[in-house]
């Protein structure tokens, strides 16, 4: 597959469903074998699918569920990027609410996610 703008926008968005709904293996199946996951404003770092999983699993722990939504997307096929801002609304299990804003660059390579680096706007990071 050719990779376009378009198929690089499916394919974070289809990212951040599966993020919200909680399907940690299906997100994984976006990603390089060898992928990481940063988050830079709170100095995480997980590389490997394993460690991926395992930060969206304990990412389970602490909330009820989320919603990413009002995308705005600037993609540069040819260079395999694409960056995401976006609106979130996350409940936590204790019962508060956030409601904030991040911006997601993705490297991929191919058609898969080989990096996301996620700047958040909360002070708390529920990533790793």
């Known amino acids: ?3 376009t703008a378009e198929n690089m926008i499916k394919t974070a968005e289809t990212y951040f469903g599966r993020v919200d ?6 997100v ?7 992928v990481v996951l940063e988050v830079v404003t709170h100095g995480a770092r997980n590389a490997g699918k394993d460690a991926v999983r395992e930060v969206f699993r304990k990412r389970l722990d602490v909330f009820d569920n989320g919603l990413h939504f ?10 395999g990027w694409l960056v995401s801002r976006f609106d979130v609304i996350r409940n936590y299990k204790d019962g508060r609410r956030e409601e904030t804003n ?13 990096r996301v680096s996620v700047w958040m706007a909360s002070p708390v990071s529920s990533l790793g």
């Open 1 to 3: 597959m050719t990779r």
């Open 21 to 26: 709904r909680g399907e940690i293996d299906t």
């Open 28 to 34: 994984v199946e976006l990603m390089t074998p060898d």
């Open 70 to 79: 009002n995308f705005k997307h600037v993609a540069d096929p040819a260079k």
């Open 102 to 114: 991040n911006i997601n660059f993705f490297e991929f390579e191919g058609a898969l996610i080989r």
